[in-house]
Nanobody, 126 residues
């Protein structure tokens, strides 16, 4: 399974960006998906996640009300709409997919995901 992110770039504080993650898997519709970010010197952290059906979403407290994750299974793509960006949002953003949707799991944990994209840089200037 290949995940390819796009949409990163340089934006001023208060601006918006929309990240996309295109997946090659035919069974994409069954994958819970997540967006993580990693800033220099920091651990990778969950930004947002969506259930395999797209019916449930999860957000880090730091982005609630500003970011929106969505999943389009017809296009094999997951999106992250980022509004009101802050300088502390500067990081490499990664898309991740979990192969198994049954059972219990914690979508905030990077170890729960089986596939990762190469990352896209987001830089927010003050």
């Amino acid at each position: 399974v290949q995940l390819v992110e796009s949409g990163g770039g340089l934006v001023q504080a208060g601006g918006s960006l929309r990240l996309s993650c295109a997946a090659s898997a035919r069974t994409f519709s069954r994958y819970p998906m997540g967006w993580f970010r990693q800033a220099p010197g920091k651990e990778r952290e969950l930004v947002a996640a969506v259930s395999w059906s797209g019916g449930r979403t999860y957000y880090a407290d730091s982005v609630k009300g500003r970011f929106t994750i969505s999943k389009d299974s017809a296009k094999n793509t997951v999106y992250l709409q980022m509004d009101s960006l802050k300088p502390e949002g500067t990081a490499v953003y990664y898309c991740a997919a979990r192969k198994y949707y049954r059972g219990s799991y914690d979508l905030s944990e990077p170890s729960e995901y089986n596939y990762w994209g190469q990352g896209t840089q987001v830089t927010v200037s003050s």
